[in-house]
C-alpha cells in the first residue's frame, strides 16, 4: 500500500499514477470535504479526468480517506502538502509538521518516506527525518526527496514525461524509490544527496524569478524611453544561442516562483550567506501590482477614483482555477483602494472574498487582460470599442497592444 498524504495540485496527480502502474493507493488529506468529492470523481485539478478517478476507486485500486488510521501495511509514503510562506517570507511549515507526525503515527519498519513538497535546504535530513523517527521509536526508515515539478493545466508536459530526480539519506532508499517512480515517469535521475535534489527545486524557480524580474524591471526602461519592451525581447529572441525570453507581467503566482526564491534565501541564510539579486528579484516581483496601479493612473490621466475597471482573468495562470499568490488578487484590491469600481471575470474561479464572477462587460471605463483564459471572447471588448490594456504576459496578439 502507498498512502500520498496530501491530495492537491501535486498529491492527486501521483495518486492516480501510482494506481495506474498497479499499486494499491491511499490518497489521505485531512480536509474531509476535499475527501468526499474526490470519492465522488470531484476535482477542480485541470488534468485529473474524473471518469478515470471513479474507475480507480471501483477497481480497488484507489482509496480517499482522510482518517490516516484505516488502512494498515504501507510500505510507501509520499508526502505532497503545501510549504507556503508566513507573513515574512519565512518557510511556514506546519502542514509538514503535520504530515510527518501524521505518518509517524502509522508507519511501519522498512517503510520509505518520499518528500515531494518543496523546501528549504535540509529539510529532509534535519526535519522530516528526525520528526518521524522520534514520534514513530523507529529507525528502519528509508527516506528519499524527489522534488515535484507538477504544472497544472500545462498539457505538453505532465508527470510521466517531465524528468524526476531523487536523492536520498541511503542507497537502499533510493532504490527503492526509483524503483517506484520508473513506473510512473519516463525519466529518472539520482543525486547524490538530498540537499542536491532540494537545492535543485529552488534553483529552477528562482532562475524564473530573477528573470522575470529582470524583464519587469527592463519593461519600466522601455515605458519611460518610448518603446515597447516586448517588441525589444522577441528582437533578442532572433539570436538562436544565449538568450531566453520572459516577458513582463504584473507580477508572478503560483506555489513555486513567488514562494521558492525565499525558501533559497532562507537556506543562504541557514549558512551565511547574502542573497543580494534574489531579494531584490523578489522585491521587484512583489511590488510589481502596485506599479501596474500607478501606470494604469497614467493611462487614464492620472486618476482612476470611480472609474470601473473590469480585469479578465484573475486565476495565477490561464486555464487553471488556482488562485495561489496571485498577483491579480493584489491588483484588484490596490485599485479598490485607489476608490475604482472594480469587478472581474474568470471562468474557473466563480467566488472571491464573497463576490461574483461577471461576464466580460463592454460598458466599463477600462478593461484590464490579465489572465487570458483560453475560453475568454474578447470581441465583445473589440467590437464595442472598450479601452483595454493587455498585461498578460505572452506572446499572444488579443487585439491591443502589450501594456508594458
Known amino acids: 500500500m502507498i498512502t500520498v498524504v496530501g491530495q492537491g495540485y501535486v498529491g492527486l496527480p501521483i495518486s492516480i499514477a501510482a494506481a495506474e502502474a498497479g499499486y494499491n493507493v491511499k490518497g489521505f488529506d485531512i480536509d474531509a470535504e476535499k475527501i468526499l468529492n474526490l470519492q465522488q470523481g470531484i476535482t477542480d485539478s485541470p488534468d485529473i479526468d474524473s471518469n478515470r478517478l471513479l474507475e480507480l476507486q471501483s477497481l480497488g485500486k484507489l482509496k480517499f480517506s482522510s482518517n490516516i488510521h484505516d488502512q494498515s501495511q504501507n510500505s510507501i509514503f509520499i508526502i505532497a502538502v503545501p510549504t507556503p510562506l508566513d507573513l515574512n517570507y519565512k518557510p511556514d511549515l506546519r502542514f509538514l509538521e503535520s504530515a510527518c507526525k501524521s505518518i509517524a503515527q502509522v508507519v511501519e519498519s522498512g517503510s520509505l518516506i518520499i518528500n515531494e513538497s518543496t523546501s528549504f535546504i535540509g529539510t529532509l ?22 522534488p515535484e515539478r507538477i504544472d497544472p493545466g500545462n498539457f505538453n508536459w505532465n508527470l510521466r514525461n517531465t524528468p524526476r530526480m531523487i536523492g536520498g539519506i541511503h542507497q537502499k532508499g533510493v532504490g527503492k524509490a526509483k524503483e517506484f517512480y520508473d513506473k510512473i515517469c519516463d525519466n529518472v535521475s539520482i543525486v547524490s544527496t538530498p540537499e542536491v535534489a532540494e537545492a535543485a527545486k529552488l534553483f529552477e524557480n528562482t532562475f524564473r524569478q530573477v528573470n522575470i524580474a529582470l524583464v519587469n524591471e527592463f519593461a519600466e526602461i522601455a515605458a519611460a524611453s518610448g518603446f515597447s519592451s516586448h517588441e525589444a525581447i522577441m528582437a533578442a529572441a532572433t539570436k538562436p544561442f544565449g538568450f531566453m525570453p520572459f516577458f513582463p507581467s504584473i507580477g508572478t503566482g503560483g506555489h513555486c516562483i513567488p514562494v521558492d526564491p525565499s525558501y533559497l534565501v532562507y537556506s543562504a541564510g541557514a549558512v551565511g550567506i547574502q542573497t543580494k539579486l534574489i531579494g531584490s528579484a523578489n522585491s521587484i516581483n512583489r511590488s510589481r501590482p502596485l506599479i501596474t496601479v500607478e501606470r494604469i493612473k497614467n493611462f487614464l490621466g492620472g486618476e482612476i477614483k470611480d472609474k470601473y475597471i473590469q480585469i479578465a482573468g484573475i486565476a495565477y495562470k490561464p486555464d487553471i482555477s488556482d488562485l495561489r499568490e496571485s498577483p491579480a488578487v493584489e491588483l484588484l484590491d490596490a485599485l479598490e483602494k485607489n476608490g475604482a469600481r472594480v469587478t472581474w471575470s474568470d471562468p474557473y474561479i466563480k467566488f472571491l472574498n464573497g463576490k461574483k464572477s461577471t461576464p466580460l462587460d463592454p460598458s466599463v471605463d477600462l478593461g484590464l487582460i490579465v489572465t487570458p483564459h483560453s475560453n475568454f471572447d ?9 479601452k483595454v490594456l493587455d498585461l498578460s504576459a505572452n506572446q499572444k496578439n488579443f487585439g491591443w497592444p502589450k501594456f508594458f
Do not use: C, G, H, Y
Not at 134 to 139: C, I, P, V
Not at 378 to 386: E, G, H, L, Y
Open 125 to 146: 535530513r534535519n526535519f522530516i527525518m528526525p520528526l518521524i523517527k522520534n514520534a514513530s521509536n523507529l529507525e528502519d526508515l528509508d527516506f528519499v526527496v524527489a
Open 378 to 386: 474578447f470581441t465583445i471588448w473589440k467590437r464595442s470599442q472598450t
